[in-house]
């Protein structure tokens, strides 16, 4: 699909200069880009880039200077978002599946699904569970029984929304997650662990994506709950009782233990570990691999384990640098007291 650059300098907002019946048939990075594709420059660390770059157009700040000439230039404001609204045009529909149910799916008797909800292959709608307008199920996806799964939301291969769980509007669940797997809960006796029952559910609000192979565990009791518009990325473990608050980003590979509570607007680096039973205030960001152990109330960013203000880390990091010198300082003055000490014997 091509399109002209005229309709996507429309399309973003942008002041074109350059042939607007240009003919632009996608997307690229600087370095990649041929005469029919068009890219952006975000950052400064490319701008080496333009003088080289063969893309037939190039998204870029209102105040930037090109000391090029023949280059389209659609000039913006913001080029990361208006080259997104660019991407878009060129997006085919993310989530294609063909209308109605597969033959191949199963469905409950006594389940829901709306007659405008796509059902895929081998997908498989539990006893009670209900499936809203336009949902997406793809192939292999579960809905366990009394699940609720919101209009609009989209369960992608393989993904797994076990028993009671709410899935809100207009949510995303990537290949491999499982939402409302039993808690990691264990009571040590002489005879060895017993299990817990996790008796609760998990409530996920409207907006919501969750990555492939996350796991969000169900609570022990009453619900772990995701907020309104929160993003979770892969390979993420939301552990029981968590309350995630909405709006918040989660990076791949965090871990967040047991009754832990986000507030709105939390972000977490990857592989960021959280302590159970404390509470992150709206606003905080932690860098990636911090390790929260204790509440965090104040807004700002944090690094390293324990997490901590980033501008006292980095003294702290500066100072221990130092420390090593001094020590070394130290020796040899050791050394040359020593020294003296021998000559005046």
Not at 44 to 72: C, H, K, M
Not at 327 to 336: F, P, T
Request: aromatic share 4%; hydrophobic share 45%.
């Amino acid at each position: 699909m091509a399109l002209r650059l005229q309709d996507l300098a429309a399309r973003c907002g942008a002041r074109l200069e350059g042939d607007g019946e240009a003919a632009i048939c996608g997307p690229a990075t600087l370095d990649r880009a041929g005469p029919d594709e068009i890219s952006f420059l975000g950052h400064p660390r490319y701008e080496s880039l333009l003088a080289t770059t063969t893309a037939g157009a190039v998204v870029i700040a209102n105040d930037f200077e090109v000391q090029r000439e023949g280059l389209a230039l659609l000039r913006v404001d913001d080029p990361s978002k208006a080259f997104t609204a660019i991407v878009a045009a060129f997006a085919a529909e993310r989530f294609e599946q063909p209308s109605g149910v597969h033959p191949t799916a199963s469905i409950a008797a006594d389940a829901t699904v709306d007659p405008s909800a796509r059902v895929g292959a081998n997908a498989v709608v539990d006893a009670g569970a209900t499936v809203g307008a336009r949902a997406v199920l793809a192939p292999g996806a579960y809905v366990g029984p009394r699940a609720t799964i919101g209009e609009d939301t989209v369960l992608l291969a393989g993904a797994r929304v076990l028993e009671a769980v709410q899935v809100g509007a207009r949510c995303i669940v990537h290949p491999g997650a499982v939402v409302g797997a039993e808690g990691f809960g264990f009571e040590p006796t002489k005879e060895g662990w017993v299990r817990i029952p996790q008796c609760g559910t998990v409530v996920v609000e409207d907006d919501v994506e969750i990555g492939a192979n996350t796991t969000i565990d169900r609570a022990r009791f009453g619900a772990t709950r995701i907020g309104r518009g929160a993003k979770i990325d892969n390979l993420v473990h939301v552990a029981h009782n968590v309350e995630i608050g909405a709006s918040s980003a989660i990076a791949a590979q965090v871990g967040i233990a047991g009754s832990a509570r986000l507030d709105d607007w939390v972000v977490l680096g990857g592989q960021v570990g959280v302590n159970g039973h404390i509470r992150i205030s709206s606003g905080v960001r932690l860098g990636g691999q911090a390790g929260a152990f204790g509440d965090l109330t104040e807004p700002g960013d944090y690094i390293g384990t324990p997490a901590r203000p980033r501008s006292e880390a980095l003294r702290s990091m500066a100072a221990s640098g130092r420390a090593r010198e001094l020590a070394v300082r130290v020796k040899q003055l050791e050394a040359r007291l020593a020294q003296l000490e021998e000559g005046a014997r």
